[in-house]
Each structure stands twice: as C-alpha cells, then as structure tokens.
C-alpha cells in the first residue's frame, strides 16, 4: 500500500511541477548563455597566454581566473556554475557528483557512438532532497592547446609538470588525447527562483 501512495505522489507531483515552470526551454537557452560566456571569457584569457608562448602562466588563468568566472556567473544569476572533470585536476573544485558523474558517462557513451563533443549537451529537470533544480551540461573536449597543461609526459614541459605539481598536488588531469572527452560545464538552477 506504502508504494502505490508513493507512486501516486510521484505522478501527481511531476505534472504539477513541470506546469508551474513552463520556461524549461528558457532556462535551457540561459543555461547556454551562461556556458559560452564562460568559454569565451576563459578561453581567450588563455589564448593569450598561450600566444605567448607561456603555458606556465596559463595554468594561472585556469586556477585563478576560471573560478572568479564561475563565482560571478553563479551569483548574476543565483545558479551554481562549475566545471568538472573525466579526471580531475583540484578535487576541491572539479569533483563531479552523482548526478554529474552519469551525464559524463552518457557524454562518452553518445561519443563513442559517434556524435561530436563540440554541441554535446544534457538538460533535465531533477528532484533532490533540498528541492527541484533544472540540471545542465556542456561537454568540454580536449583541443591540442589544452595537451600543453592536460598530454601526455612528452607533451607536458618540465617548467609546465612543476607548476602544475605545486598547485595541484593531487592532479589527475593529464594523459588526454585530441578529442577525448574532459569534462564539462555544469550549471544547476533552484526551480524556485525565477530566471532573471
């Protein structure tokens, strides 16, 4: 008797919830907004450095400037922004969770069947304990600037691997190929608040 109530709370919830928010597509279109913006400002930070022919310094961008830009874009819009890895370079910051960890899987999963990385996304609403979040991801894939700081041993210089060792002691971010799957851009909406 307990799971036909719960399986009628269930169906009579969803409903109700996708009706109270018929802008999913709106939060899906802010949702990219919010992700090219992020790439671009990061990406050309790291353009930059990398023209000029300073791949140390541009670890910097990733560690310093890449999270100002996740901080700011959260607190614009009241979401958490965030990038997360297939490996991860700081646990503090790129650790996926659950939810995460499934896209990525799915990510890899839509790649190895053929789709490309560069549109790859996953948008859907999602019910968890503190409430009700529409959930998104960007694939990030791994460009042959990105090996400078993400290849393997021959690809990594010797000044890159120490700057790299003395701010991320426990870097699991190297070793990628052109193409493979890194990450992704991650953003979570509280249902709650109102797209602004």
Same mark, same amino acid.
């Given at each position: 008797?307990?799971a036909?109530v !719960?399986?009628?709370?269930i169906t009579?919830?969803l409903? &109700? !919830?996708a009706?109270?928010?018929?802008?999913?597509?709106?939060?899906?279109?802010?949702?990219?907004?919010?992700?090219? %913006?992020f790439?671009?400002?990061?990406?050309?930070?790291? +353009?930059?450095?990398?023209?000029?022919?300073?791949p140390?310094?541009?670890?910097?961008? /990733?560690?310093?400037?890449?999270?100002?830009?996740a901080?700011? !874009?959260?607190?614009?819009? =009241?979401?958490?922004?965030?990038?997360? =890895?297939?490996?991860?370079r700081? $646990?503090?910051?790129g650790?996926?969770?659950?939810?995460?960890q499934?896209v990525?899987?799915? @990510?890899?999963?839509?790649? *190895? %069947?053929?789709?490309?990385?560069g549109?790859?996304?996953?948008a859907e609403l999602?019910?968890?304990?503190g409430?009700?979040?529409f959930?998104?991801m +960007?694939? #990030? =894939?791994?460009k042959? %600037? /990105?090996? *400078? /700081?993400h290849?393997?041993?021959?690809? #990594?210089?010797q $000044?890159?691997a120490?700057?790299?060792?003395?701010r991320?002691? @426990?870097?699991?971010?190297?070793g990628?190929?052109v =193409?493979?799957?890194r &990450?992704?851009?991650s953003?979570?909406? $509280?249902?709650?608040? $109102?797209?602004?």
């Open positions: 008797m307990r036909i !719960l399986i009628a709370t009579i919830a409903p &109700g !919830l009706g109270a928010d018929r802008g999913l597509a709106e939060r899906e279109q802010a949702a990219d907004a919010a992700t090219k %913006a790439v671009m400002e990061l990406g050309g930070a790291l +353009k930059r450095q990398l023209a000029a022919g300073a140390a310094e541009a670890i910097e961008v /990733c560690s310093d400037l890449a999270p100002r830009i901080n700011r !874009l959260s607190g614009e819009n =009241g979401w958490r922004v965030t990038r997360v =890895g297939t490996r991860v700081n $646990p503090m910051l650790t996926p969770d659950a939810w995460e499934q990525l899987a799915q @990510f890899a999963k839509r790649q *190895a %069947a053929g789709e490309s990385l549109p790859m996304k996953h999602v019910e968890e304990p409430g009700s979040y959930r998104y +960007k694939a #990030i =894939g791994v042959s %600037a /990105c090996l *400078a /700081c290849g393997g041993a021959g690809e #990594i210089t $000044p890159v120490d700057a790299l060792a003395q991320y002691p @426990f870097d699991a971010a190297k990628y190929r =193409g493979e799957l &990450g992704a851009i953003i979570k909406q $509280p249902m709650a608040l $109102p797209l602004r």
